[in-house]
């Protein structure tokens, strides 16, 4: 546990503080530099010392106020006060150990720096003024001035279970490792969370920022705000409506009204009140009230929306349960091989596969509903549901791989859609059909051959040339 040495009030006196914790490299930088700066500023006369007992101390406004604190107690000051420190005094070979208190809500400087760090943590009360708060070690508390008019804060701490609850203006927090309490339920802040905090925003004030490097947090917050998951993930984090959230593995997401933005994450679980976009998830299990936009992601996910629109990615394993009785499930595939499963989705699927290059497999599962599956280059095998009137689609100069239907003849309606091909193709086509057991193939002009499972005869009346 480091130890470092303060300017104390006067030239050639010293305080001792001490740092701790995953950051206690940055903590001592900044205490240094504190330090420098009241050395320099002591001895050019422009930083008056002094040291405080118990009690309240008001300052001078002719030269700017430095408050020195090495005893237990609270302290209130007002005045002219631009720094506190609090700590031990030198020469006793023991960490400092005091808790204080510290109210500085009536100080009238425009910037008060406030660094130290004893064992037994301090309490703070900031004011108007903005300001730095270092608190290097203990579990300490930052109270921010909860009036309108509240000062700008950067806030430090060390491996303490530390609380902060940030005032009006606008604060940077870091309240370094351990189990810390964050409330920005007020102004406008930014918190770099290194332990396993929570962070409380509730319906607060929007555009909030929380960079997780932790894990294991709760985060709530408020509308158009940003969240990102930068730790080993395990976090539960819910944002209003219009925010974005940067997913890390296994964390639980809820987007609360609105439309709201997740980018990346694996193995996350995802509700949304509203409308979402949801880019590049991996292994997701995603439920949404309105409208989905899904973009990429690999693995299996399972994606339960009343609309979705899904732009598929190598390796997606999609189960898609589209709960809407009147809107559509659109997929669009990508290169690379991919499923999508709708078979509970109960109105009909439009899904689109791969135009681009000339391999790739995708695997297409209709629902209840009745349901338009386009196929692309490569393979696939298509599978219309339980609904009737399904469409099965080939393009020409798109096709040319080998398809698979596998219950053409399942349900009432079904079609098969050519398009840009010509009547004259279907026909060779009939014409010259196999039979293979229950199954008949046929081979379109491009060498697009089709396969029907458990269909031994077709009939022009079973396409469509478009």
């Known amino acids: 546990m480091p130890i470092i040495t303060v300017q104390g009030a006067s030239s050639g006196s010293h305080v001792v503080v001490t740092v701790d914790g995953a950051g206690s490299g940055t903590l001592a930088g900044l205490v240094s530099s504190f330090s420098n700066t009241l050395a320099s500023g002591i001895a050019g006369g422009s930083i008056s010392g002094q040291n405080l007992t118990p009690g309240s101390t008001e300052f001078a406004s002719n030269a700017s106020g430095y408050g020195v604190i090495t005893a237990a107690g609270s302290y209130q000051v007002s005045g002219d006060v631009g720094a506190i420190v609090f700590g031990g005094l030198p020469g006793t070979n023991q960490i400092p150990s005091a808790h204080v208190q510290i109210d500085a809500s009536k100080g009238t400087a425009s910037f008060v720096s406030v660094e130290g760090g004893t064992t037994q943590g301090v309490q703070f009360q900031a004011g108007s003024s903005n300001g730095v708060f270092v608190a290097g070690t203990g579990n300490n508390s930052f109270l921010g001035d909860q009036l309108a ?19 009006t203006g606008n604060s940077t927090i870091n309240a370094g490792t351990g189990n810390n309490y964050i409330s920005i339920s007020q102004g406008t802040n930014v918190v770099d ?11 607060c004030n929007p555009d909030q920022t929380v960079n997780l490097y932790g894990g294991s947090s709760f985060v709530t917050v408020g509308k158009d705000s940003q969240v ?25 997401i809820n987007l609360n009204g609105g439309s709201s933005t997740i980018l990346g994450g694996s193995s996350d679980t995802i509700s949304a009140s509203g409308d979402a976009l949801i880019a590049n998830s991996d292994i997701a299990n995603v439920s949404v009230s309105g409208s989905l936009t899904f973009i990429g992601g690999t693995g299996q996910s399972t994606i339960t929306a009343a609309s979705s629109t899904i732009f598929g990615a ?39 596969g791969n135009v681009v290059g000339t391999s790739g497999t995708q695997t297409f599962i209709g629902g209840t509903g009745s349901d338009t599956l386009v196929a692309g280059v490569g393979d696939a095998t298509m599978t219309g549901g339980s609904g009737d009137k399904n469409y099965f689609a080939f393009r020409d100069g798109i096709a040319g791989g080998d398809y698979t239907i596998t219950d053409f003849g399942s349900a009432a309606g079904n079609v098969v859609g050519l398009l840009n091909y010509t009547q004259s193709d279907l026909t060779n086509a009939l014409n010259n059909a196999t039979t293979s057991g229950n199954n008949t193939t046929i081979k379109l002009s491009d060498n697009t051959t089709i396969t029907f499972d458990n269909v031994t005869s077709l009939n022009s009346n079973d396409f469509q040339i478009w």
């Open 149 to 167: 008019g509240g000062g700008n804060w950067s806030i430090y701490a060390g491996s303490g279970n530390d609380t902060v609850i940030a005032g």
């Open 193 to 203: 969370s290194y332990g396993q905090d929570t962070i409380f925003g509730g319906d």
């Open 228 to 252: 990102s998951d930068l730790s080993g993930g395990n976090n539960a984090i819910t944002v209003g409506g219009g925010s974005t959230v940067r997913g890390g593995a296994n964390d639980s």
């Open 314 to 352: 190598s390796g997606l394993d999609a189960i898609v349960n589209g709960t809407s009785n009147s809107a559509e499930t659109l997929f669009v595939a990508n290169a690379g091989n991919e499923t999508l499963d709708g078979s509970n989705s109960v109105y009909g699927i439009h899904a689109f």
